[in-house]
């Protein structure tokens, strides 16, 4: 990949120099600025790679909201904090914002020469899973498509309606290859959503008609097979929402089969649908799982690994990832409740409904 390029921003000159300094020591290559416009003008013209950034600047922006003006110019930039010692809880507040880590004041240069060459691993890894990606994608285009055609092939021949388990493994069939689609699917929106090319196409839709041709995907073939999933609609049967119908529906496709896949399959998944002022609320309840407090932010993030205290670990992929990303493009919000006694967890998301 490129040469790794660093930024210093700290509103004290000889601590940004001397920060710069150091870096270049490390054998990087490092610009420093005093002020969050110049570093602004920076990014926009350098392809940044880290920014060391002052919690507390001399300005009317501090380093926390700094973050996200940072991260839509490049959504890939990894962000170090650097705060005295009394602003630790600022600087843990900034790591929930988006920053990678944070290094106390006055510098030990051995110390931010350890949290920058894993900054630079994580910026090195992130460039070589965005090549493993893209090939998975090209690569997976033409088998899908294949398939696709043989399950169609497949459901028109005439025993199809009367063969039970023929029905049920061509459901089957036909479930893997919506699976195989919406993961290409989250890996490209979640690309285009992060590099801020995306966008929602608003069109009036029937949510009570959408909702229930979704989850066709996920329903029994076989009428004495025990259905899972529950819906209540708490919404006339003929409201609309104006917004992207597509976006909506791919959310909902990924919490159901992300709510499958963890939950009790004794217990049916249960999906409200309400309206919460100018907000369509959804939400996707499943027993059988249990999302500790502290893991309820950074769930959303790119393939992150959970651990559910008995020695095992929960993996999630890109779907919640471009679950968050949608639902904001639709100028609503994700986020999830879960409970210990009851042993369950809801994922919640509203869009706008005009």
Known sequence: MEEIKILVLDDEEDIAETTCDAVQDFGFSCVYKTDSKSALTHMRIENVHIIILDIVLDEDVTGIELISQFKALNPAVVV?????????????????????????????FEFLE???????????????????????????????????????????????????????????????????????????????????????????????????????????????????????????????????????????????????????????????ISLEGKFLKTSVKNSGSYIEERYRENIFDKFVQIDNGRNTCKNFGLGLTFCKLATSYMEGRIWVDSDREKNETIFNYTVSVE
């Open 80 to 108: 170090i904090m650097l705060t005295g010692e009394y602003k630790i809880k600022s600087a843990i507040k900034a790591m929930r914002e988006g920053a990678f880590d944070y290094i106390l004041k006055p510098l030990d």
């Open 114 to 272: 350890e949290r920058l060459n894993l900054a630079v691993n994580k910026v090195k890894a992130e460039a070589l899973s965005q090549v493993y990606f893209n090939t998975i994608v090209h690569d997976l285009k033409n088998p899908v498509a294949n398939l696709t055609l043989l399950t169609g092939a497949l459901r028109r021949m005439s025993y199809y309606e009367n063969d039970d388990k023929f029905r049920k493994l061509i459901h089957i069939g036909e479930q893997s290859v919506q699976s195989i689609n919406k993961m290409v699917g989250n890996i490209l929106n979640v690309e285009k959503f992060s590099g801020g090319q995306g966008k929602a196409v608003k069109n009036p839709f029937n949510v009570w008609e959408c909702v229930e041709e979704i989850l066709q995907i996920f329903r029994p073939v076989v009428s004495d097979e025990l259905d899972q999933i529950k819906i209540n609609f708490n919404i006339p049967e003929e409201f609309e929402v104006h917004n992207d119908q597509n976006l909506y529906t791919h959310v909902l496709y990924n919490l159901v089969a992300n709510g499958q896949r963890y939950s009790d399959p004794t217990d049916p998944l249960i999906i409200d």
